[in-house]
């Protein structure tokens, strides 16, 4: 029989996920994060436009394209949220393609004024195997020099910032604490007296009780522990070379290698994009035949 009520609530079920942060009550919890996390202004990001994620669709091979959350600020600029509850061996060239989906057109256009998009990822794993709890990846050349300021992706690695040692940058532990709470009894006692957050709370005490809500939900539930039971993938090259040079290196390499993935992944979004193959290079750091040689195209 269908749940009716949720008496214990999964914070990072991507239904709650989008329906909460999209909705005005929690609206205050969410700018007084991204504020403390890129560093802009707060009644900057009071005035912007928080959308659905909805990607206009181009072409064909866009369909059924979402992002969780796209916030549009002054001057076509865009901060996009994504919860990554679980990896999924494609997860960060697909959420790079939503971010390059939302800047194609003024690219393409050939404008000088390139939009800029900011991508938060969630994680809810940790890729990387680092024990930073934020990781920032730009577009750099070869010798290390950001190349643009246009695209910046940004994953918040859950476990790491939820431990103990982790004392930095207050609002952004505030927020992955709540995402950690199993019941809504637990969010009141942990955040009592913070209105904002109490505000957020009332909302997702709300939606626990919304017939509608439970349906949708439940669905990503059963979604969710289908993927868990298939055999999980992750990113284990850099560590497995630093069983024979040592930890630290090794966690040095994955990093790097991280990196250089990421630039290809960005690479791969724009060539779908129809972005010409100059761009692409001065985009990444890329060169013109490293660029051709990844995408087989002359």
């Known amino acids: 029989m269908q749940t009716t009520e949720l008496k214990e609530v999964n ?20 700018v007084d994060f991204l504020s403390e996390l890129i560093g802009i202004k707060k009644e900057v990001l009071e005035q912007a436009d928080y959308q659905g994620g909805e990607i206009p669709k181009k072409i064909m091979t866009e ?3 979402t ?17 990554n509850q679980y990896l ?3 997860m960060n060239e697909r959420n790079t393609s939503y971010a390059f989906s939302i800047a194609s057109e003024t690219i393409i256009s050939g404008s000088k004024k390139y939009p800029k998009v900011i991508l938060v990822n969630f994680d809810n794993f940790n890729y990387y195997k680092t ?22 992706s940004i994953h918040l690695v859950l476990e790491n910032i939820i431990d103990k040692k982790y004392n930095k940058r207050d609002e952004i532990k505030k927020m992955v604490k709540l995402l950690r709470c199993k019941t809504v009894e637990e969010m009141e006692e942990k955040f009592k007296g913070d209105e904002n957050y109490m505000s957020a709370i009332r ?9 509608n809500f439970v349906g949708y939900y439940d669905i990503e539930e059963a979604h969710r522990q289908q993927l868990e039971d298939m055999e999980e993938t992750g990113y284990e090259k850099g560590m ?21 993935e990421n630039q290809k992944e960005v690479a791969r979004a724009m060539y779908q994009k129809k972005i010409p193959l100059d761009v692409i290079s001065e985009c990444t750091g890329l060169s013109i035949e490293e660029v051709q040689g990844l995408l087989n195209v002359k």
Do not use: C, W
Not at 137 to 151: A, M, P, S, V
Not at 242 to 259: A, V
């Open 67 to 83: 992002a969780d959350m796209i916030i549009k600020i002054e001057d076509s600029n865009r901060i996009i949220l994504e919860m």
């Open 63 to 65: 369909r059924n394209k």
């Open 131 to 152: 024990e930073r709890g934020i990781l920032n990846f730009k577009l750099r050349d070869e010798e290390g020099h950001i190349e643009t300021e246009q695209y910046h």
């Open 11 to 30: 914070m990072l079920n991507d239904a709650l996920f989008k329906a909460l942060f999209r909705s005005v009550e929690a609206r205050e919890m969410v």
């Open 240 to 260: 497995e070379e630093g069983k024979s040079i040592g930890l630290k290196e090794g966690k040095s390499i994955g990093l790097e290698e991280g990196k250089i």
């Open 88 to 90: 999924s061996q494609k």
């Open 203 to 211: 909302k997702v005490s709300e939606l626990s009780t919304d017939p």
